[in-house]
């Protein structure tokens, strides 16, 4: 009786299993992927002059922003395949959403991937801009915490994104590759309210490459199509009201050997309207430099200067000027896991427009991007980091 049992379980569970792999495909056969991956990054910070004195902190995400996320694709065949990526930054001390109101506060998109034709996804999700030129700009290789250009008011590094988005990347071409990218505003009746365009072209010759973007916002602090945008600091807090915010960027590199040298320069405009509290149109210009050294297989050294300028508008005669030196060291102790040191200062000189976007008042240092909300008090500010950042 015993043996009969036996014998019929293994019977349903073969005839179930037969079942089963006629309908659901096996993820062999249908090549398909998902791909759970993440980064904690946690450190200990020194800052000067931060509201008049000097302040130790712990801090987070200061190399690689603490997060985790799922990339997915399924081959549909001809070399069409569907793909999908949801990523979520976090407080790795706290354990926070790193931006409220989103389940995947960083990106969240689905789309088509073809071989021959490119990609088109729709969604949350970063700029050709960022991705293309960003990619060699300071952020890309200093990190945004400290090798951002003063307040990332430039966006290369990640702290714009649109929502709403539709995007598409052209395959690379002889080393050439686009991409353009257009977020819908969503206002009912007006079609180009709130709206948001990107664009990019990238080219890549063995140890050459080079990329320019552009980005222009529309209806800054109401859009529906932007997502997060980097407009907090003293350097461009006054301007958070404008009624289009253009940017255009370029960066180029050369590698040769275990040294990369790179240029970059971004070009920044803001444009009031009739709800703006500034008035005349303001612009800043960004001229950098950055260079890299693989020393030995585990440690790797970079560096990187920034000079941004304001434009005379709005009843500034002596415009604000921004001088920033970056540096950074990290040592990987396997292929996931590595200890870093990051060090910047930025002087700051001239005037700039206070909060309200009418007063005028002495220009003051805020280095990268990770001092927006504490700014030194004065026209000087050190940074520097010592942290671990593992992959996972």
């Known amino acids: 009786m015993s043996m009969k049992k036996i014998a019929l379980h293994r019977g349903v569970v073969t005839g179930l299993c037969a079942a089963v792999s006629s309908v659901v495909p096996i993820a062999a056969h249908a090549q398909s992927s998902v791909t759970l991956y993440g980064a904690i990054d946690n450190g200990f910070t020194y800052s000067s002059n931060q509201k008049g004195n000097h302040n130790f902190y712990m801090s987070q995400g200061s190399l690689n922003a603490s997060k985790f996320g799922f990339l997915g694709s399924e081959d549909l065949g001809g070399g069409l395949k569907t793909i999908f990526r949801l990523e979520a930054g976090f407080n790795s001390q706290t354990g926070a959403a790193s931006s409220s109101g989103y389940e995947f506060n960083r990106q969240a998109y689905v789309g088509l991937s073809d071989q021959q034709y490119g990609t088109f996804t729709v969604g949350r999700q970063y700029t050709p801009y960022f991705n293309f030129v960003g990619a060699l700009g300071p952020t890309g290789y200093l990190t945004g915490a400290t090798g951002a250009h003063p307040g990332d008011l430039d966006a290369l590094d990640t702290t714009l994104r649109f929502n709403n988005s539709l995007t598409?990347?052209?395959?690379?071409?002889?080393?050439?590759?686009?991409?353009?990218?257009?977020?819908?505003?969503?206002?009912?009746?007006?079609?180009?309210?709130?709206?948001?365009?990107?664009?990019?072209?990238?080219y890549e010759m063995g140890p050459f490459k080079a990329a320019v973007g552009f980005n222009r916002l529309n209806d800054l602090s109401t859009s529906n199509a932007v997502g997060t945008v980097a407009?907090?600091?003293?350097?461009?807090?006054?301007?958070?009201?404008?009624?289009?915010?253009?940017?255009?960027?370029?960066?180029?590199?050369?590698?040769?050997?275990?040294?990369?040298?790179?240029?970059?320069?971004s070009n920044v405009v803001y444009r009031p309207g009739s709800g703006s509290a500034f008035q005349q149109t303001a612009v800043f210009n960004t001229y950098g430099a950055i260079s890299t050294y693989q020393l030995t297989p585990a440690i790797f050294l970079a560096a990187g200067y920034s000079y941004t300028r304001a434009s005379e508008s709005?009843?500034?005669?002596?415009s604000a000027r921004y001088n920033q030196f970056s540096f950074e060291q990290t040592y990987s102790l396997s292929a996931r896991t590595c200890v870093y040191f990051l060090e910047a200062y930025q002087h700051a000189s001239g005037k700039a427009l206070a909060s309200n976007g009418t007063s005028i008042v002495n220009a003051v240092a805020v280095v990268g991007d990770s001092q927006n909300a504490t700014p030194s008090s004065g026209p000087s500010q050190f940074v520097g980091t010592i942290g671990l950042r593992h992959f996972f």
């Open 231 to 265: 407009d907090n600091s003293p350097v461009n807090v006054a301007y958070a009201s404008a009624e289009t915010n253009q940017m255009v960027a370029a960066a180029a590199q050369y590698k040769f050997g275990n040294v990369m040298v790179g240029l970059n320069y």
């Open 168 to 202: 598409y990347t052209s395959p690379s071409i002889r080393g050439l590759q686009g991409s353009v990218q257009y977020g819908l505003g969503g206002v009912a009746g007006s079609f180009s309210q709130g709206n948001t365009l990107s664009a990019a072209l990238r």
């Open 314 to 318: 709005n009843g500034i005669s002596d």
